[in-house]
């Protein structure tokens, strides 16, 4: 018998990343179990990229960009979540910054997660798609099963 305590869904709130939150959800209402929803700030090409117009960041200017970025990530949590049926699911948000597939193991390894839902196509997958899938890289390093959602493929699981 499968045994699902706490289910972690890795979000850049992308389409991708809203169609992994209805499997999420229901491997959560199924299991009654926690979700945890876990965006992971990575704000070092944020800040590259602002010194290559720039000079040198401050270390305060840093420190505004990742206000800012957690801010925005606060915001994008209260819309990935509206319109969704949360009724008898225990959910968690979490914010960390980093890279964000050695993040999501890292995290994933230190809460014992029994199970990963995550898009495979995020953001950083429609700027550059050659830059290699941080989903790919998840389900090497996971420490538990993770069930990567694709966009437009079969869907077992409808939106309630």
């Known amino acids: 018998m ?3 305590k706490l289910i ?3 979000t850049d709130f992308s389409e991708c990343s809203s ?3 209805t499997y999420a959800l229901s491997f959560a209402r199924r299991y009654k179990t926690k979700l945890i929803l876990l965006h992971v700030i990575d704000a070092d090409e944020y800040i590259a990229y602002a010194e290559e117009s720039t000079s040198e960041l401050s270390p305060d200017s840093r420190a505004k960009i990742i206000q800012a970025m957690k801010e925005a ?3 994008s949590f209260e819309q990935f979540l509206k319109g969704q049926n949360l ?3 225990e959910i968690e948000t979490e914010m960390l910054e980093g890279t964000p597939f050695v993040e999501i193991a890292r995290y994933a390894t230190e809460l ?3 199970m990963i839902v995550i898009g495979t196509h995020g953001q950083t997958a429609q700027i550059n798609p050659f830059l290699g899938s941080t989903a790919e890289k ?3 390093q996971a420490p538990c099963p993770v069930l990567s ?3 437009g493929e079969h869907q077992f699981v409808r939106r309630e």
Do not use: N, W, Y
């Open 2 to 4: 499968i045994k699902i």
């Open 73 to 75: 990530a606060s915001e």
């Open 138 to 140: 998840v389900v090497r």
């Open 112 to 114: 014992s997660v029994d």
């Open 149 to 151: 959602v694709k966009p």
């Open 87 to 89: 009724e008898g699911i």
């Open 8 to 10: 972690l869904l890795p």
């Open 19 to 21: 169609q992994a939150l």
